[in-house]
C-alpha cells in the first residue's frame, strides 16, 4: 500500500502546473461534452469543432511551448477521462481537447475516421474514433493516422 502512494506521489509531483490547471475543467468539460453528444445533433454543434477541411489528414505546425501546452492538456483530459462518471471515450474527449486548445490559441486538427474490424462468424462491422492532434503531439485519440481511415477534419481557424 505505502509502495503504491509514493509512487502516485512522485507521479504526482512530476505533472506540470498546467496540468493541474486543467484537471478539475477537463472533467468537468467531458461530462458537458457527453450531455451535448447525447442531447444534440452532430449538425448542430459541428461548426464550433473548427473550420471543415474534408478528408485531408494533416497536422498544424506548433511551436515548441504549444507543444509543451499540449502535451500537458493531453494528460489532464487522459486523467480526467479515467475518473469520470460517465462515458468518456474518444468522441468527449476530442471535443473537450478542442475546447482546451482552443482556449490556448493552440493550432489544432479534429479528426474522425472508421476502420473494419472482423466480428468472427457475422462478417465485418465499422469501427468509428475521434483524436485530436496538434503538431507533433497526438493530444487525444492516440496515435490513429495508421488504424484508421480519416472521414472528416475539423481544423482550427
Given at each position: 500500500?505505502?509502495?503504491?502512494?509514493?509512487r502516485?506521489?512522485?507521479t504526482?509531483?512530476?505533472?506540470?502546473?498546467?496540468f493541474?490547471?486543467?484537471?478539475?475543467?477537463?472533467?468537468?468539460?467531458?461530462?458537458?461534452?457527453?450531455?451535448?453528444?447525447?442531447?444534440?445533433?452532430?449538425r448542430?454543434?459541428?461548426?464550433w469543432?473548427g473550420m471543415?477541411?474534408?478528408?485531408a489528414?494533416?497536422?498544424?505546425l506548433?511551436?515548441?511551448?504549444?507543444?509543451?501546452?499540449?502535451?500537458?492538456?493531453?494528460?489532464?483530459?487522459?486523467?480526467?477521462?479515467?475518473?469520470?462518471?460517465?462515458?468518456a471515450n474518444c468522441?468527449?474527449?476530442?471535443?473537450?481537447a478542442?475546447?482546451?486548445?482552443?482556449?490556448?490559441?493552440?493550432?489544432?486538427?479534429?479528426?474522425?475516421g472508421v476502420?473494419?474490424?472482423?466480428?468472427?462468424?457475422?462478417?465485418?462491422?465499422?469501427?468509428a474514433?475521434?483524436?485530436?492532434?496538434?503538431?507533433?503531439?497526438?493530444?487525444t485519440?492516440?496515435?490513429s493516422?495508421g488504424?484508421?481511415?480519416?472521414?472528416?477534419?475539423?481544423?482550427?481557424?
Open positions: 500500500m505505502m509502495k503504491v502512494i509514493k502516485k506521489f512522485v504526482a509531483t512530476q505533472q506540470s502546473p498546467l493541474y490547471l486543467w484537471f478539475i475543467p477537463a472533467w468537468l468539460l467531458l461530462g458537458f461534452t457527453r450531455l451535448v453528444i447525447v442531447t444534440v445533433t452532430f448542430r454543434f459541428a461548426h469543432l471543415h477541411d474534408g478528408l489528414p494533416r497536422t498544424p506548433t511551436t515548441r511551448d504549444q507543444e509543451i501546452r499540449a502535451r500537458a492538456i493531453s494528460k489532464a483530459i487522459t486523467i480526467a477521462s479515467k475518473y469520470a462518471p460517465w462515458t468522441f468527449p474527449q476530442a471535443i473537450t478542442r475546447v482546451i486548445l482552443g482556449f490556448y490559441d493552440i493550432p489544432y486538427a479534429l479528426f474522425f476502420r473494419r474490424s472482423n466480428t468472427g462468424e457475422e462478417g465485418s462491422e465499422l469501427k474514433h475521434a483524436w485530436v492532434v496538434s503538431g507533433r503531439v497526438s493530444v485519440g492516440g496515435r493516422f488504424q484508421f481511415t480519416s472521414v472528416g477534419c475539423f481544423i482550427s481557424n
